[in-house]
C-alpha cells in the first residue's frame, strides 16, 4: 500500500469517529436531558482525546513524507495537502496547552453564563485573563510554526490563506463608506410604516412553515433533518445534516429566517463530493465559505424581494391568516431589510452587522498581538461603538465586550468569518447576474420556485470543490476574480437606498 | 496503581465508547434518515472494532491474574468477577469466528425481511444454514472454554448461570399446567364481551398519555426520554435512558402498554448504582433480569385492575371521551387480559407468552447441541405448535419458524430470557404482598397513585444491586429462594381464572 493510500485510509477512520462525535454534540444540543450532560461529556472527551491521537499518530510524519514523493494526480495532490494542513494544526501545539486552554476556557466559560447577566467585568476579567494568556501562547506557537504573525496564525485556523494585511484593506474600505451609508438608510426608513407579528404562533406550525421553506431551498430529507436547541446551528455529518432552530411563539419571523440560513449551511455539506466522503479534500473550505453559503441563502435568496413574495404566501397559509397585513409582501420585505443600530451582534441587520464585526476584528487582533491588553477592551469598545454606530457601552458589559461567547473560551480569529462570508455571497450574486452562461434570471429562478439553476450554480462552483482548491483559488475559479469587497457595497446600496 | 484499578479505569474508558456506540444506535432507529445510514454503519462498525480490541487488550490478562492476588472488598472482589466474566466473553471466541458470523448473520437477517414476507423457507434456509453451523462452532468453543454443554455456553451470553437442566425442571413443569390452564380460560372468557377501541387517536395525543403514564410510573424526564422507533426499545445509558415506542392511529391499547413495558427496562437502568457507573458491575444483571423489571412494569403493576383504572381515566382525559363504554375500567381490564391462540410471539397474551418460549427453547436447546438439523425445524415447530397450542403452521413458515429476528443473526440462547423475567416477576409480586416489612398493600399502592413503596422495593433488591451478585443470590436476597415457578402459576390462575 502507497503511503498516500495509508494517510487515505487513516483519515478515513478518523472520520468515523468524527461523525460520532459530531452526533453526541447534535443530540446534547438537541435532545438530552440535563441530567445525561456528565457522562455526555466524559465520553465526548474520551472521542476527543482518541481523536487527537489518531490526528498525531507518530508516524504519520513519515507517511507524509513519503507520500510526496510519489507520484500522485492533482486531486491527490489536493488531498494529500489538506490532510496534512490537518494534521499540522493538530501538532502544532502541545498538548499540555490544548489542555490549559480547555480548563481555562471551560472555566470562563462557565462563569460567564451567569456574569454575562450580572454585568459583572470584574469577575469576567479574572478569568478571561488566563484565557487570553494562553491564547497568546498558542498564537505564538502557530506563528512560529507557519512563518505568521501570532494573529495571523489564529486567523489560519478558521480561514486558511487569510491574513491581517488582506483584512485591513477590505475592512477599512468597508469604514469608508458603512457609517454613512447606515445613516442614509435610517434616515430613509424613517417614514416607513411596518406592522409587526404579534400573537400566538404555534411551534408546531412554524416547523411545518419550516419544512415548506426547507423544501422549497431543496433540502434534501433523505439526509438530513430539522429539530429545535436553544442556540441554533448546522451539525451532523454530510450524509445526515441536522439543523436546528429556536422558535418564539411571539414571533416566527426570526426562526423562519433562520432556518434559511442553517440550510445554507446545510446544502453545502449535502452538496459536498461523495468522491471525497471522509476526507480532509472533502471537507467544507473554511469558515468564511461555509457562512458564505448561509448567508448567501439568508441574504442574497432569503431577503430578496421574489423569495419574500414566497414566504409571505406560505406563512399567511400556514397561519391561516390571507387577510392579515403582516404577512402582505411589502411589510415582510420591510420587516425583513429593516435596519437599526443596536447593541448586539446576533440581532444586528445585515447593514450593521459589519460594524460589529470590524470592531470585534480590530480588537482582538491587537489583543493576541500583544498591543492592547485585555483590561484595555471593555474602553476600546466603547469608543468603536461609538465611532461605529454612535452608541456607548461604557459600563454595560453585558452588551458590551461581555456579549458573545466566542472569545470566553478562546476562539480568537473566528469573528471576520462572518463578513468575510457576506462579502463571498455578495460576489457570487454578482458574478451569477452578469454570467451569460448562467443563462436564468437570478429573481426569476427564484420567482418561479424552482431554484435549481442558482444551486446547480453553487454545486458546480462551490458545493462539490469542497476543498480542493486553496479559498482564493476556489472564488478565483467561481466568480473570476479573488474578494472584492465592491461587490458587497453595491448589493446592501442596491438593496438598502 | 494498584491493577484492580488499573482495570477500573480500563472499564471506565471502554463505557465511554460504549456511550458513543448506544447513542448512535438509539439515534439510528429514533432520527436517522436513509441516507444517513450507511456512514452511521461505517461509523458504528468503526467503534466496534476499536471496543473490541480495547475488550481483548493483551495486557488485561496480567491485569487480572496479579488484581486476583490484591486485597479487594467484598464489592471490589464482585467488580473484578464481572469485569473478567466480559473480558472472558470478548475473547473467547476468535476474531475470524466473530467477523463471519456477522456477515452471515447480517446476510441472512437482511434477506429475511423479503423471504419472510414471502414464505420462501427454501431461500432463508440457504443463508440459516451457515449462521447455525457458525453458532454451533462457536457454542462449542465457549462450552469448551467454559466446561459447559454448547447451549449452556450460549445460555452463558444472556443468563449467567442458568442452564439446560434448571430450564427442563421449569419448562416442563409449566408444560404439565399450562394447556389445560389456557382452555379453562378460552371457555371462562367466551362469554365475555369486549368493545375494541377504533376510530383516529393521533400520535400526538397517544405520546401526551404516554408521558402521563411514564409520570404515573416516576421515570426520570432529567435522564431521559420518550421517542419513536418501528421497533419499540430502551436504550442509551443510565444517565439518559432512550424509551421508544410505535404508535397505531386505530388503536392505542398496544402503544400504551408497550410504553409501560419500556419504562421498567428504563427505570432498572435508571436506578443502577452511581457508585459503579461504567462499571461491568453496576450493569443490568442478565437479560432475564432486565425482563423481570418491564415485565413486573407491564405484567405486574400495568395489568393489575387498580393500574387499569389509572388507564382507563388518564386515556378517557386525553381522548375527551368520558362517555365511551372503550375506557371503561372494566372493559379496558378484560382488553388487556384476553387470551388468544395466535401464531406469532411478539403477539401473544400474557398467558400464551410461556407456550411460544418453550417451544423455541427445546429447538434451539437441539439445534445448538446437535440432536436435530436446521432443516428439522419447520417440521419440529409445526408438532410442538399443535402440542402447545393446537394450531398447525405447516408450510406457514412465515407465521411459523420464519418469524422472529432472533435466529437469523445467531442469538440462540436468548429466548428463555423472556419467560424467566416473566417468572422473576411474579416471584418479586408474592414476596411484595406476602412481606409484613413491606407495610403496604400492592394494590392499594397503585390505586392511590403514589407507587413509590413499589419502586422503592425494586430499587433495593434489584436496581442498586445491578451486578453484585449472582442472578441466583439476587433473586435469593430479594424473595428469599431461587426461581420458583410457582409464583407465576399461581399469578396466572388469580388473573385468568
Ligand atoms: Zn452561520
Ligand atoms: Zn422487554
Known amino acids: 500500500m502507497s503511503h498516500y493510500d495509508k494517510l ?38 474520551e472521542l476527543s ?76 476579567e479574572k478569568n ?8 497568546r501562547e498558542e498564537a505564538k506557537i502557530r506563528g512560529a510554526a507557519l512563518g505568521l504573525t501570532p494573529y495571523d496564525a489564529m486567523l489560519d485556523k478558521y480561514e486558511p490563506g487569510t491574513t491581517t494585511a488582506s483584512l485591513n484593506t477590505l475592512f477599512t474600505d468597508v469604514k469608508t463608506w458603512l457609517p454613512e451609508l447606515i445613516e442614509n438608510v435610517l434616515e430613509k426608513q424613517k417614514s416607513e410604516s411596518i406592522i409587526l407579528p404579534s400573537g400566538t404562533f404555534s411551534t408546531a406550525t412554524q416547523k411545518a412553515l419550516g419544512l415548506e421553506v426547507m423544501k422549497l431551498l431543496q433540502f434534501d430529507f433523505d439526509r438530513g433533518r430539522l429539530d429545535q436547541s436553544v442556540h441554533p446551528f448546522c451539525g451532523g455529518v454530510p450524509t445526515d445534516v441536522r439543523i436546528t432552530t429556536r422558535y418564539d411563539e411571539q414571533d416566527f419571523v426570526q426562526a423562519l429566517m433562520g432556518i434559511v440560513h442553517e440550510t445554507g449551511h446545510a446544502r453545502y455539506e449535502q452538496g459536498l463530493p461523495k468522491a ?16 458564505s453559503q448561509s448567508l448567501f441563502f439568508e441574504m442574497q435568496i432569503g431577503r430578496s424581494k421574489p423569495f419574500i413574495s414566497h414566504l409571505s404566501r406560505l406563512s399567511a397559509d400556514a397561519f391561516n391568516a390571507h387577510n392579515d397585513p403582516v404577512f402582505a409582501e411589502d411589510n415582510l420585505y420591510k420587516i425583513y431589510t429593516q435596519v437599526e443600530k443596536g447593541f448586539i451582534r446576533v440581532d444586528a441587520d445585515e447593514l450593521t452587522y459589519p460594524a460589529h464585526v470590524i470592531l470585534r476584528y480590530e480588537i482582538e487582533r491587537d489583543l493576541i498581538n500583544g498591543v492592547i491588553e485585555h483590561t484595555d477592551v471593555p474602553a476600546l469598545w466603547d469608543e468603536k461603538m461609538k465611532a461605529a454606530l454612535g452608541i456607548s457601552t461604557k459600563d454595560n458589559y453585558k452588551n458590551g465586550c461581555m456579549q458573545d ?93
Not at 447534535?26 to 456528565?38: H, K, V
Not at 476574480?481 to 438593496?495: D, M, P, Q, S, W
Open 8 to 45: 487515505t485510509s487513516h483519515y478515513q477512520t478518523l472520520s468515523h469517529f468524527n461523525h460520532a462525535q459530531a452526533m453526541l454534540g447534535w443530540d446534547a444540543a438537541a435532545n438530552m436531558p440535563s441530567g445525561g450532560s456528565e457522562a455526555r461529556s466524559n465520553a465526548m472527551a
Open 49 to 124: 482525546v482518541h481523536i487527537h491521537r489518531l490526528s498525531t499518530q507518530p508516524q504519520l510524519e513519515e507517511w507524509f513524507g513519503n507520500a510526496e514523493q510519489e507520484s500522485l494526480s492533482t486531486e491527490q495532490k489536493a488531498s494529500l495537502r489538506e490532510m496534512k494542513r490537518q494534521w499540522q494544526q493538530a501538532t502544532m501545539v502541545p498538548e499540555d496547552l490544548v489542555q490549559a486552554q480547555s480548563i481555562a476556557g471551560s472555566k470562563c466559560e462557565h462563569a460567564w453564563r451567569t456574569q454575562r447577566q450580572e454585568n459583572d467585568w470584574t469577575g469576567f
Open 128 to 135: 478571561w485573563k488566563e484565557v487570553v494568556a494562553l491564547s
Open 276 to 291: 471525497f466522503a471522509g476526507l480532509p479534500v472533502g471537507e467544507a473550505r473554511s469558515m468564511g465559505i461555509h457562512e
Open 405 to 497: 461567547i466566542h472569545w470566553t473560551d478562546g476562539a480568537f480569529g473566528y469573528f471576520p468569518s462572518y463578513t468575510l462570508g457576506a462579502m463571498y455571497a455578495a460576489q457570487y450574486k454578482a458574478t451569477l447576474i452578469q454570467n451569460v452562461d448562467f443563462g436564468c434570471d437570478f429573481d426569476m429562478a427564484i420567482q418561479s420556485g424552482d431554484l435549481s439553476p442558482i444551486f446547480q450554480w453553487l454545486s458546480d462552483n462551490i458545493w462539490t470543490q469542497a476543498s480542493l482548491h486553496t479559498t482564493d483559488e476556489l472564488v478565483k475559479r467561481a466568480t473570476g476574480e479573488t474578494l472584492n469587497a465592491v461587490h458587497f457595497r453595491k448589493h446592501l446600496e442596491g438593496r438598502y437606498l
